[in-house]
């Protein structure tokens, strides 16, 4: 759909003002003033609102967005959450890993789809059947990752093949707060691995010369500060790494640990008055763009650029306060509408909605009602409400059908998501200690 937005404020890192954006074949083809509308082109007036580069959450775990956060904090390292976590015969655990791998991947697609999200940083295997032009967001595809020193297969290889490849290296590191977490920065240094490619994950655990090493490197860290606190009850150095010149992106994590979504994650992280409503405006747009290496557009409004771009409403005291204040009014993805919420869809052919987003009806892209009925055919009500996407307004008046498991002989049709998820923190959990025997994944590079 070729899409001309009228009137309209926009903002990003290096361009601001206001009048017409072009949207032609899923890429912005002109951004000035008093554009025409051409043949067949679908005209939005937009004013009222701001325009700004879809936003990019740079850490999730698409496959665990179902889950509430679990554990007993405070730990001092990922790695004794891990452990206490991971039980195969707890319910809740048992109930949503038999949910359909590609059903919860959906799930993890409409959490960020809702939080204004055009781009995800995916932390597990590459879906490639179902990270297709029909997800509710792009998943990051051109980079390589393992999960972490601890349970990183393959490490070297990947470090080097992705350097060689000029791709982000991506790997959880120095999450907590004691001493093994800070030598996880020594070894990786030692190894050779800090280099302008690496995105270390968390990077809680530093002490000042650890800020220096990643600097000197040219490494990158991922700022989860609401996961941090629950875990850990500290988070990354964000002001000092930033002040060494470390470029440091925001991720939500997935829901076993982290926000609901990225703008709750925002605003957790506004209140803590560790970082400016601008500053976390380039960590969400321009500042994660450069560190993924997204050279198409994203983060960014300009001509030629691909259009994914979120829409707020325009009634902040600055433009990048609008994240703080609001949520997402309409959201497009390659050109293509995501989420319109009534205001604008009204202008638009699109099917009526009865999900709700801050009192207004809002369209989303596939059949979320179907996603959610066969959800709850797999996880009990009280399971579904402790999850916080869940509860949210947008997905609550959907959450009281029919369709709940029988209780009594639930559940027991886990075999497939053991199959298929032996990446999540808890499989990576169970396979610690058991490397020698258990048949290493094939290499995550795409
Ligand atoms: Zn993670």
Redesign the pocket.
């Known amino acids: 759909m070729n899409i001309l937005l009228k009137n309209v404020h926009w903002y990003a890192e290096d361009i601001e003002g206001r009048g017409d954006i072009r949207i032609e074949r899923g890429r912005i083809r002109a951004i000035g003033y008093g554009l025409r509308p051409g043949r067949g082109e679908q005209v939005l007036n937009l004013a009222g609102y701001i325009v700004f580069p879809g936003l990019i959450n740079a850490?999730d775990?698409l496959g665990l967005d179902l889950f509430p956060r679990r554990g007993n904090p405070p730990y001092t390292n990922f790695y004794q959450w891990a452990r206490d976590i991971y039980n195969p015969d707890d319910a809740v655990q048992r109930e949503i890993m038999s949910v359909d791998l590609r059903d919860r991947h959906l799930w993890g697609g409409y959490k960020n789809l809702v939080g204004g999200v055009t781009t995800v940083v995916h932390?597990d295997p590459y879906a490639r059947a179902v990270f297709t032009r029909r997800f509710p967001v792009d998943v990051l595809r051109r980079y390589s990752w393992v999960h972490s020193l601890g349970y990183g297969e393959h490490i070297m290889p990947k470090a080097y093949w992705s350097r060689f490849r000029g791709r982000p290296f991506v790997l959880?590191a120095a999450e907590g707060t004691d001493r093994s977490s800070q030598q996880e920065i020594d070894r990786l240094h030692t190894m050779g691995l800090l280099a302008s490619n690496t995105v270390l994950?968390h990077a809680v655990a530093l002490e000042p010369r650890h800020v220096d090493l990643l600097a000197t490197a040219g490494c990158s860290t991922v700022w989860?500060p609401a996961s941090n606190h629950f875990l850990y009850g500290a988070t990354s150095p964000v002001a000092a790494l930033r002040y060494a010149g470390v470029p440091v992106a925001l991720g939500t994590?997935?829901t076993l640990s982290g926000s609901p979504t990225l703008l709750h994650e925002i605003r957790m992280a506004h209140a803590s008055e560790m970082a400016m409503a601008d500053e976390l405006f380039r960590m969400v747009t321009a500042d994660a763009a450069r560190i993924f290496r997204l050279t198409d557009g994203q983060g960014s409004l300009r001509e030629g650029g691909r259009a994914d771009i979120s829409v707020f409403p325009d009634t902040s005291v600055s433009p990048a306060e609008a994240l703080i204040d609001g949520g997402p009014s309409l959201v497009l993805v390659r050109g293509h509408i995501r989420l319109a919420q009534s205001d604008i869809s009204a202008q638009l052919e699109l099917e009526s909605s009865d999900f709700r987003m801050r009192g207004q009806s809002t369209w989303l892209c596939g059949d979320v009602t179907e996603l959610m009925r066969r959800i709850r055919t797999r996880v009990r009500t009280e399971t579904l409400e402790q999850n916080p996407l869940w509860r949210m307004p947008i997905f609550a008046g959907h959450a009281d059908h029919t369709d709940h498991p029988d209780h009594t002989d639930h559940p027991d049709h886990t075999d497939h998501a053991d199959h298929t998820d032996h990446a999540d923190?808890m499989h990576q959990a169970d396979h610690a200690g058991q490397a020698s025997t258990h048949k290493p994944h094939a290499p995550a590079i795409s």
Do not use: E, I, P, Q
Request: glycine fraction near 0%.
């Open positions: 850490h775990h932390h959880h994950v989860c994590d997935s923190h």
